[in-house]
């Protein structure tokens, strides 16, 4: 990939051997970030993870930096009336299901009672391939409507590995304070270290980075107790 001066120049105050404390690396990625926009903060976690094996849940992080979200709730009757009072963006059943294969995509999440599934697993395809298929491992398919709207709201998000092994979750914004971010990434590798399967053999954690939108990533030092000695 071609990469802009900007970029090389900011790849040079990057230390490639070094891992940086968690403060640190947070203050020289908001440094090296000269976009005319404010810049996401990503973290990456490469994890240590046999191929049959995925790291997936949810958390509210303790700072948070995005708009209000655009929620679905596939419900009917009294759970239906729950999620409007609870201020769902879109509530309804077949005909949110019909709207959705015509191609409306408004929102960005999707809950569903658990009755709804059978229906909504059809938009399997659709919703499936975006991220956005109700599932009980994120808390998105339940009865407590007024609960899992309430957590959206608050900012709860979605961690998960891919298939080599690495998570991507976005933390924070450039214009945030460093102390906010750092104490984000610390919640982020609390929870996700806490899900180290049963069978994972040595580190469990291989490296941990964090990158602007538009710049270099920085290694922040990892360990068994990456997340205490970070936070």
């Known amino acids: 990939m071609k990469r802009g001066k900007r970029y090389l120049e900011a790849v040079k105050s990057v230390d490639k051997t070094k891992d940086y404390e968690t403060a640190e690396a947070v203050d020289l990625v908001k440094k090296l970030a000269k976009a005319r926009f404010d810049e996401t903060i990503e973290l990456s976690m490469n ?12 958390l509210v992080l303790p700072h948070q930096f995005r708009g209000d979200k655009k929620i679905l709730v596939f419900a009917k009757g009294e ?37 709804m599934m059978k229906d909504v697993g059809r938009l399997g395809p659709i919703l499936g391939r975006r991220g956005l298929m109700p599932n009980p491992k994120t808390q998105t398919v339940t009865f407590d409507i007024k609960e899992a709207i309430g957590e959206l ?12 092994g690495v998570i991507h979750l976005p933390v924070g914004k450039v214009s945030m304070d460093s102390a906010q971010i750092h104490e984000n990434i610390a919640a982020v590798v609390s929870e ?17 980075a964090i990158s602007s939108t538009m710049g270099p990533g920085v290694k922040i030092a990892s360990g068994p107790d990456v997340g205490a000695r970070n936070a």
């Open 79 to 115: 759970k239906a009336d729950e999620a409007r009072a609870a201020g769902a963006t879109h509530v309804g059943d077949s005909d949110l299901i019909d709207k959705i294969r015509d191609g409306w995509m408004d929102f960005d999440v999707a809950v569903a009672t658990p009755d």
């Open 192 to 208: 996700v270290t806490k899900r180290r399967p049963a069978d994972t053999k040595g580190d469990f954690v291989h490296s941990i």
């Open 47 to 58: 994890l240590n993870l046999k191929k049959s094996s995925t790291v997936r849940d949810t």
């Open 153 to 164: 709201n608050k900012g709860r998000v979605e961690f998960r590995s891919d298939k080599t």
